[in-house]
Each structure stands twice: as C-alpha cells, then as structure tokens.
C-alpha cells in the first residue's frame, strides 16, 4: 500500500488538489491531452461526489499496467450513506441533492473502465481507470 | 482562500471576465454573484467570459456558466464565452454538457465582436 497517492476529500480545496493531482500523473503516464483532460473531469466529479454526497473520504491514485498499456486507476471512498438505487443514481439528470445529475453518469461515460461499489449506511467506492 | 476572487472588468457597456484559475466550487458562485451584481449596477448589455486558462470544465463549473448566462440574459445582458480548448469542449460533450443557450466563440476578439453586434431579439 503506497499512502503517498492517497489523499484526502474533505474540502472543496482538495476537489481542486486532487484534480491537479490526477493531471500530473496522467502527463507522466503519458496519456493524450483528451484522455488526461477526460480522466481529470471524471476525478473531479467524483471527488466532488466524495466531499458532498459521501461527507468525505480518500482518493487514491495508482500507475497501472496491462501488458504493454499503461494506465491510471483511482478510487474515490467514502463512510457516508452509501447509494439505495445505483441503477437509479447512474442515470443522466438524476440528482439527490443540488446538482445537476450529471456527475456519475458522465464519469461514467468519460472513462474506460467504471465500478461502483456501494452499501447502505456504510459507504460508497468507485473506482475508475484509463489506459493510454 | 476566501478572499481570493475573480476580476470583473467594465468596458463601457461590456463586462469582461477571464478566469484563470482553477476555480473551487464556492469561487466559481462568487463569481455567479458578483457577476449579476456588476451586470446590474452598470446596466452592461453584453458579458464575456474567457475560459481559455481553464484546462477542464466539469458539470459544476459548467452549471454554473451555463447558470450565469440565464441570469444574465435576464438581467438585458447577453453573454459570449471564449477560448475554450479542444480537449475541454470533447469532454463536455461527452460528459453530457452542452451548455444550451449560451454562445460561445473561438477568440476574445470575436466574442467582442458579437457581442457589439445589435441584439436580433434573442438572447
């Protein structure tokens, strides 16, 4: 367990750390302009889900490695109420709270591998990935 | 971190707002206040807002664009975004964004020039 590519989501502020954070190791794994700039937009809604929906978590962050493809993969978790309808939560436009509902299906579409695993009263992880 | 903001600059009946920093959430609807609050005291008509720095637009930061321009329109002004990059408009797109009602151009100098072009009866 590497603790130095895990970071806190406890802020708005660290939305913003991780994004930067995601995008410098996304040039250093040498993904194109549109994939890095698809893989920070995906990081940001889903740290942003992390800090708001799941009252905070970690983000962590790992160089990964299929073959000869290079990728990133990050997990967002969180200890917070976890997600009752996950069919219903990935569906474009649909909110629980103030946002515009975009978040999780769009993450979704911006990336190449997508998991959500979630349990009521204990907590949500989703973990993405994208390969050069 | 609080204190920090967002310029507004006036140019005659024009506002000019160039973003050039990774915005956090609470600056991003500062701005949304700030810039209503601007359009309304100098009674601008037209508002630019440059997003050429911004290296992602994510679905709260696009909201909020997409947010501000409806108020602005309701407030007699119109407004033109410019500069954004390739990469960031692929994403939006993709991410389900495509902000309706809102015009945008590829330069300042453009947006300008839209906006100092007579209204054709709509926003």
């Known amino acids: 367990m590497d603790k130095a590519n895990e970071v806190p989501l406890l802020s708005e502020q660290d939305i913003v750390l991780?994004?930067?954070l995601v995008r410098k190791k996304a040039q250093e794994t040498g993904l194109s302009l549109i994939d890095q700039t698809k893989l920070v937009t995906a990081a940001s809604e889903l740290a942003r889900n992390t800090v708001v929906y799941g009252g905070g978590g970690t983000m962590n962050i790992a160089e990964v490695a299929r073959g000869i493809r290079r990728g990133l993969r990050l997990s967002f978790r969180d200890q917070g109420p976890g997600?009752?309808?996950v069919e219903l939560a990935l569906k474009d436009g649909w909110t629980s709270g103030t946002g515009l509902g975009m978040g999780l299906s769009g993450a979704k579409r911006l990336v190449h591998e997508f998991e959500l695993a979630t349990k009521v009263g204990e907590g949500t992880c989703v973990t993405i990935a994208h390969w050069k | 971190m609080s204190t920090q903001k967002i310029p507004i600059l006036r140019m005659g009946q024009l506002l000019l707002v160039s973003i050039q920093v990774d915005m956090h959430?609470?600056?991003?609807?500062?701005?949304?206040?700030?810039?209503t609050t601007a359009i309304q005291k100098h009674g601008s008509r037209g508002l630019l807002i440059d997003i050429s720095a911004?290296?992602?637009?994510?679905?709260?930061i696009g909201r909020m664009i997409a947010d501000t321009a409806g108020m602005a329109r309701i407030l007699g002004a119109r407004t033109v975004l410019v500069g954004m990059q390739p990469a960031v408009a692929i994403t939006l797109v993709e991410l389900g964004l495509s902000l309706p009602g809102v015009s945008t151009a590829l330069t300042v100098?453009?947006?300008?020039?839209?906006l100092q072009?007579?209204?054709?009866?709509h926003g």
């Open chain 1, 18 to 20: 991780a994004r930067q």
């Open chain 1, 83 to 85: 997600i009752p309808d």
């Open chain 2, 25 to 35: 959430d609470q600056l991003a609807m500062q701005l949304q206040d700030d810039v």
């Open chain 2, 54 to 60: 911004l290296d992602i637009v994510d679905s709260f």
């Open chain 2, 109 to 114: 100098e453009r947006g300008m020039e839209l």
């Open chain 2, 117 to 121: 072009r007579p209204a054709r009866g």
